[in-house]
Nanobody, 115 residues
Framework: QVQLMESGGGLVQPGGSLRLSCAAS????????VAWYRQPPGKHRELVAT???????SYIDSVKDRFTISRDEAGNMLYLQMSNLKPEDTAVYYC?????????WGQGIQVTVSS
């Protein structure tokens, strides 16, 4: 069973930056598509950013030019670099990998943007 674990969340002021990391127990990110989702307080989980197995990234409009998804060459680390953070980015963030009929989720990590 593949395990994913996020780290790097916390409290940050508006305009600040954070880098979320997601560590996998295998090199699953080298063979799966990957993504970051988030769930704001009282709302449904939403897709934030994706990267195909071939490395093509896409983002929701509200985070374009502020967030960057990436992964390491080994395929066991996934990142989300977040800059110019806004209060509406406050959410629990989840990493995800999907492929060959299998989907894996991290446990989620809190990001709070507040002054």
């Amino acid at each position: 069973q593949v395990q994913l674990m996020e780290s790097g969340g916390g409290l940050v002021q508006p305009g600040g930056s954070l880098r979320l990391s997601c560590a996998a127990s295998t090199t699953i990110f080298s063979i799966h598509g990957v993504a970051w989702y988030r769930q704001p307080p009282g709302k449904h989980r939403e897709l934030v950013a994706t990267m195909t197995r071939g490395g093509i990234a896409s983002y929701i409009d509200s985070v374009k030019d502020r967030f960057t998804i990436s992964r390491d060459e080994a395929g066991n680390m996934l990142y989300l670099q977040m800059s110019n953070l806004k209060p509406e980015d406050t959410a629990v963030y989840y990493c995800n990998s999907d492929g060959y009929g299998r989907t894996y989720w991290g446990q989620g990590i809190q990001v709070t943007v507040s002054s």
